[in-house]
């Protein structure tokens, strides 16, 4: 089988096993484009290429969240949306309101400056915010994490701050700096959903319910198979809040404001291309896969877009020898 690709963009082709079982070529095509202030995309000079693997911000910490989720999978719902980087303040301010905006969806989200939990006459509470210029959006400062005895584990957010067995626990330790403005963390009980706008990991929830249930019928009936209720969601990597569930397309507007010193406004770019195959009988199929993967680093104003055509490798008369990935615009 030979691949070859035409376009300009990034194309790497990976064989997997769908759901059902059946070995499959998913070319995974990726764009990566600068947005100049007027607004305006054009392909970058250094583009990012396909990842293969999750990537996160602290390689040497078991617990780290993602900086860059890996490329790889042979399916998603919609599209996703992922942002990375830190909120931005142009002077030294206690909090900050960042907004991702796309379509007609405002995604907000209250960025504190460091703060712990203290002792006070009423309990044990969140004190007040340090001013900062510039505050790192990582699920490590959203409130998740775990007990000292792990006897209580945020799996919405293990990565984060504030879950404790007791009040107590909490005493001098880093609050949650991160939260939606309608949902405030102020004492220890709160339990508001982790917010933040970076890529969510595999063994996290909710993509860990998606992945089905592995239980004793799965092993007789399906292994080594994903479970009959394995949810397609599972290869959704963004918050739940940077879901779509109807693709993204061309034209969309799309917005990040306060991660950088100048917003980045910009209207969602296309990613023309067509990826045909060739079967042993002649066949050809040609496949212009919808953007499922909106990456935005809003500081360096760089956007990467992805697309997947995904080909039955087949078996016996039919079987894919050629897929060629054309820049089609």
Do not use: C
């Not at 990537?55 to 890996?70: K, T, V």
């Not at 909090?95 to 991702?100: G, Y």
């Not at 089905?212 to 009959?228: E, I, Q, S, Y």
């Not at 060739?278 to 499922?292: F, K, N, S, W």
Request: aromatic share 6%; glycine share 8%; no cysteine.
């Amino acid at each position: 089988m030979s691949v070859a690709n035409e376009s300009p963009f990034a194309v790497q082709p990976v064989p997997l096993i769908d759901r059902d079982g059946n070995d499959v070529l998913v070319a995974i095509i990726k764009g990566t484009f600068i947005v100049d202030r007027s607004g305006r995309p054009t392909l970058a000079d250094d583009p990012a290429p396909v990842r293969i693997a999750d990537e996160p911000w602290d390689p040497a910490s078991p617990r780290s969240s993602l900086r860059f989720p890996s490329d790889l999978g042979v399916a998603k719902l919609g599209t996703d949306v992922v942002v990375t980087g830190d909120a931005i303040a142009p002077a030294k301010v206690p909090v900050l309101d960042v907004v991702v905006k796309v379509r007609r969806r405002l995604t907000p989200l209250r960025v504190h400056g460091p703060r712990v939990f203290s002792r006070g006459v009423f309990g044990v509470r969140i004190g007040p915010a340090q001013p900062f210029l510039r505050t790192p959006i990582v699920y490590e400062r959203a409130y998740g994490g775990m007990s000292e005895d792990l006897s209580v584990i945020e799996l919405r957010n293990p990565a984060g701050v504030g879950a404790a067995k007791s009040a107590a626990e909490l005493v001098d330790q880093p609050a949650p700096q991160i939260e939606h403005p309608d949902r405030p963390h102020g004492s220890p009980s709160d339990r508001h959903p982790p917010m933040g706008f970076g890529a969510i990991m595999t063994h996290w929830s909710p993509r860990l319910e998606y992945a089905g249930t592995f239980d004793a019928r799965w092993k007789a009936t399906r292994m080594p198979l994903p479970p009959d209720d394995h949810d397609v969601r599972f290869g959704n990597v963004a918050h739940p809040s940077l879901q779509f569930e109807e693709h993204l397309a061309p034209g969309d507007p799309v917005g990040v404001h306060g991660m950088s010193l100048d917003p980045l406004v910009f209207a969602l770019p296309a990613l023309p291309l067509a990826a045909s195959a060739r079967y042993d009988t002649g066949e050809r199929v040609v496949a212009r896969p919808p953007i499922d993967t909106v990456l935005l680093q809003p500081e360096a104003r760089r956007v990467e877009l992805v697309a997947r055509a995904v080909f039955p490798i087949g078996r016996g008369r039919r079987v894919l020898r050629e897929v060629v990935v054309r820049g089609d615009g």
